[in-house]
C-alpha cells in the first residue's frame, strides 16, 4: 500500500528571506476529520460562516467549506494567532480569494485548497504572498492537463518519460500561482507557464514562471496527489512540508521533522 495522508498536520514552512525567518504555516485536514468537524462546526465557525456553510445542501462543497474554514483558523493558529476560532470569519473576496475578517491583529496572508482527500490552508506574515494547490494524481485527466500546456512545456514534455505525472504537476504549480496572483485560472493557461522545472529530491520539484519572475513554485508527490507551493522567488522554503502531510501504513509516523501529526485529532481543536 502506498502513503497515505494523515488524518491532520501542521507543518512549519521554514520560510527565510534574506536570511531572516518569516513567519509561515501549513495545515491539512483531511475528510476523515470531517464528522468530528461538523460536530464541532458551532464552536469552530463565526456566525456568518455557518450560516453559510448550514446552507450547503451539496454534501461534498459543505465538506469542503467547513474544512478549508477550520484549516485556516488552525493554519493561523499556529503563527501565534490566539483569537477564538469563531470570533473571525474566512470571507471570500471579489475573486472569491480568501480573506480574514474580524481579526484583532494585522491578517495573515493565506490561501486554501481542498480536494477529495481534504483540505490544505498556508498562512504566513502579512508582508508576503503565498499560493496553494492540491490535486489527485490523475492520469484519466492527462488529455486535460496536457491540453493547456504550453509550446514550450510541450517540447519538454515530449522528452519526459513521466509525461502525465509532469503535466498534472504542471496544472497544480499554475494553479497555486493563480491564486498567488488572485486572478485564478480565468488567466490564460500560457501566461501561467511555467520554466525550468527541475527535480529536487525524489517527490520534490521547483519551478519558476515565464511571466511572474518574482515568484517560485514547488511542488510534492504525496499520498497519489501533487501539492503545490507558490511563494515569492527570493524566500526560501525549508524541508518540513515535505512528507509531513503523509504517512505509510501501517508504519508510525517519522517524527523527526519538524510537524505535528496526528491520525485522530478527534476534537480538531485550533
Ligand atoms: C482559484 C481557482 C483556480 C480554484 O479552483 P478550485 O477548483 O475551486 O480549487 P481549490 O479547491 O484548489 O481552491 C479553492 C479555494 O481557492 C480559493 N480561491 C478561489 N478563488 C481565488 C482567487 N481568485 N485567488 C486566490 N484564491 C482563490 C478559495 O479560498 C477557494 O476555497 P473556498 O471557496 O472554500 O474559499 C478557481 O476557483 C478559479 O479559477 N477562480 C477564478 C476566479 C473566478 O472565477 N472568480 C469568480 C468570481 S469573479
Request: net charge neutral; glycine share 6%.
Amino acid at each position: 500500500m502506498g502513503r497515505t495522508f494523515l488524518d491532520a498536520a501542521t507543518a512549519d514552512l521554514q520560510l527565510r528571506r534574506g536570511g531572516e525567518l518569516v513567519s509561515g504555516t501549513a495545515r491539512w485536514l483531511s475528510s476523515r476529520m470531517a464528522a468530528a468537524s461538523r460536530d464541532r462546526a458551532a464552536a469552530l465557525l463565526h456566525p456568518t460562516e455557518l450560516a453559510h456553510w448550514q446552507t450547503l445542501t451539496v454534501p461534498r462543497r459543505a465538506t469542503s467549506y467547513l474544512l478549508g474554514r477550520i484549516a485556516v483558523k488552525q493554519a493561523i493558529a499556529a503563527l501565534g494567532v490566539t483569537q477564538p476560532p469563531a470570533s473571525f470569519e474566512v470571507a471570500s473576496g471579489v475573486f472569491r480569494h480568501p480573506i480574514l475578517s474580524g481579526l484583532h491583529a494585522d491578517p495573515p496572508a493565506i490561501s486554501l485548497t481542498h480536494c477529495d482527500a481534504g483540505a490544505l490552508a498556508v498562512a504566513c506574515d502579512p508582508g508576503h504572498v503565498l499560493g496553494v494547490d492540491v490535486e489527485p494524481l490523475d492520469p484519466t485527466r492527462a488529455h486535460v492537463f496536457h491540453s493547456v500546456t504550453s509550446l514550450t512545456e510541450r517540447a519538454r514534455l515530449r522528452a519526459d518519460p513521466n509525461a502525465d505525472r509532469t503535466a498534472n504537476l504542471l496544472w497544480s504549480l499554475k494553479e497555486a500561482l493563480s491564486k498567488a496572483l488572485r486572478c485564478g485560472l480565468t488567466t490564460p493557461f500560457e501566461v501561467l507557464e511555467c520554466t525550468e522545472l527541475q527535480p529536487e529530491g525524489p517527490q520534490r520539484w521547483t519551478c519558476h514562471f515565464t511571466n511572474f519572475s518574482q515568484y517560485r513554485g514547488t511542488a510534492w508527490i504525496a499520498a497519489d496527489h501533487v501539492v503545490a507551493v507558490v511563494i515569492p522567488k527570493r524566500t526560501t522554503l525549508g524541508l518540513a512540508l515535505d512528507l509531513a502531510l503523509t504517512v505509510e501504513p501501517p508504519a508510525v509516523a517519522d517524527r523527526s521533522l519538524t510537524v505535528t501529526r496526528s491520525h485522530h485529532e478527534a476534537n480538531g481543536t485550533p
